[in-house]
Each structure stands twice: as structure tokens, then as C-alpha cells.
């Protein structure tokens, strides 16, 4: 199984203020739920709570709440990173996709195969950052959109899926 992180950033690093995305980019968020649409994804609490479930996935909604139970069937609330990989395989995921939030980025990146990340021109401010790639990320590929530009990182040197 292929993981992904799925993000748009400001200029300034910003992913989110307040529990949201402060921007929009009705383009980006098009291609956005184009390449989510349909796989299982994993994204932190509080950014689920801000949000209504991904159509067409499995919504993997990672916390340290044990408690937590979903009302809906295309939602399921996991513990850990490799629960959320061991669920996203066993419904028969081919692709993970990490959609945030911060710490949710945090914990995955070392694993992450590849970064779907919209840079935004603007140096719109947030309370929610996009960690720094880092070494060992190559851009892959790069599609300029009329307002952004969508950089496909590929990570060199993923860490093995057993340190989960």
C-alpha cells in the first residue's frame, strides 16, 4: 500500500487556522477530492470534526480517544498509525491518503511514499503547519494551476512499514 500526504500550503508553511482551511481554491479542491475520492484516508480529530466525511473512502479518523465510536459507515476512529494502515489494507486500500492535520503529517511523513503538496502563493497566516520535507524528497512532478502549483514529491527512502 502506497501512503500519501494530500495537502495546500501557504507561502508561509500555514495549513489551517481554527480547525479549518482559511483559503479557498475551488480548483484545488477539485483535484484535491479527485485524487482522495474513493481510497481510504487518515486524518486527525480535530480536523475531522471541522469536516464532513470524504465521499466514496473510508474516513480513518486518528486519536488517542479509545472511546470514540462513529454514527457513520464510511468512518472509523483508529488508535494508531498502524491500525490506521492494517484498516486501510484490509478494506482493500491501495493508496493511503494522510489529509492533516499537522500532527497527523508529523506522524506519517517518515512513511510516506509520496506528497501531493499545492503551494499557494499567498502568505496566508494559521495555527496548523506543514512540516518541512527535508532530505530524501525529490519533486517528482509539477502542474501549474491558474491560481497554484501542485509539486508531486516522491520520499527516497521511506521507513519500513513494521516501525509503524
Known sequence: MEIRAVVAVSRTGAIGLDGSVPWEYPEDFRQYKRRVRGSPVVVGRRTFDQMDPIDDSLNLVLTSDESRTADHDRVQYVNSRAEAVSVAED???????????????????????????????????????????????????????DRFTLVEHVNEHPKPRSEL
Not at 100 to 118: K, M
Not at 122 to 133: C, S, T
Open 91 to 145: 478494506a482493500g486500500g491501495d493508496v493511503l491518503s494522510v489529509i492533516g492535520g499537522g500532527g497527523v503529517y508529523r506522524a506519517f511523513l517518515p512513511f510516506t511514499d509520496r506528497a501531493f503538496v499545492s503551494e499557494l502563493p499567498e502568505p496566508l497566516e494559521g495555527d496548523a503547519d506543514f512540516p518541512y520535507l527535508g532530505a530524501g524528497w525529490e519533486v517528482a512532478e509539477r502542474h501549474e494551476f
